[in-house]
């Protein structure tokens, strides 16, 4: 995404068929859809299942308005196929949570088989959008009820923690007192 700096992601057309090229050549058979809709869309379904009883579930996914939910859990699974195929496919020295997911183990201390890691890897996934998607709505909360504060503590922060995070090592505030104004 970033590369290419479009919002798209490659989702495996078949998992079946990505996982079994797993580790020889890169998925050829995938298809691009907007990276941001699907994770919101899965969440909000996931949300709504969540809340329900577990045995209205089946039948509230039956429904024609939770297709585009339903659709949205297998295409985020089908991109954590794409994710693993590709990075199985080819030899890389990256250290990154893909990485540490291949190093990992099984309970009898073997290898995760491909289920394994690619059901790891879609839940790491989960993990990061829904921290990442909180984390930024509590912050957008806070700002907007600050008020009439957030003036006087964007000075407090510019004036106190600004300079120390850029000058290594220095105890010193650039001329405020290193008090949070109240």
Not at 26 to 49: D, W
Not at 146 to 161: A, R
């Amino acid at each position: 995404m970033l590369e290419a700096a479009k919002d798209s992601v490659a989702v495996a057309k078949s998992s079946e068929a990505a996982m079994d090229s797993y580790g020889k050549e890169a998925v050829q058979e995938y298809t691009e859809i907007p990276a941001i809709q699907l994770l919101n869309v899965r969440g909000e379904f996931s949300a709504t299942m969540g809340v329900l009883p577990p045995w209205a579930r089946p039948l509230v996914q039956i429904l024609p308005c939770f297709g585009a939910g339903r659709k949205a859990h297998e295409n985020l699974a089908g991109m954590a196929v794409v994710m693993v195929a590709k990075r199985l496919s080819t030899a890389m020295d990256r250290n990154d949570l893909l990485s540490k997911l291949q190093q990992g183990t099984n309970s009898e201390g073997k290898p995760m088989g491909k289920e394994e890691l690619t059901g790891e890897a879609v839940t790491q996934l989960v993990a990061g959008s829904d921290t990442t998607s909180k984390c930024v709505h509590y912050i957008s909360q806070l700002i907007w009820s600050l008020g009439d504060k957030l003036h006087t503590e964007q000075f407090f922060l510019c004036d106190n923690l600004l300079p120390r995070a850029l000058s290594p090592r220095s105890e010193k505030t650039s001329g405020g007192t290193g008090r949070f104004p109240g």
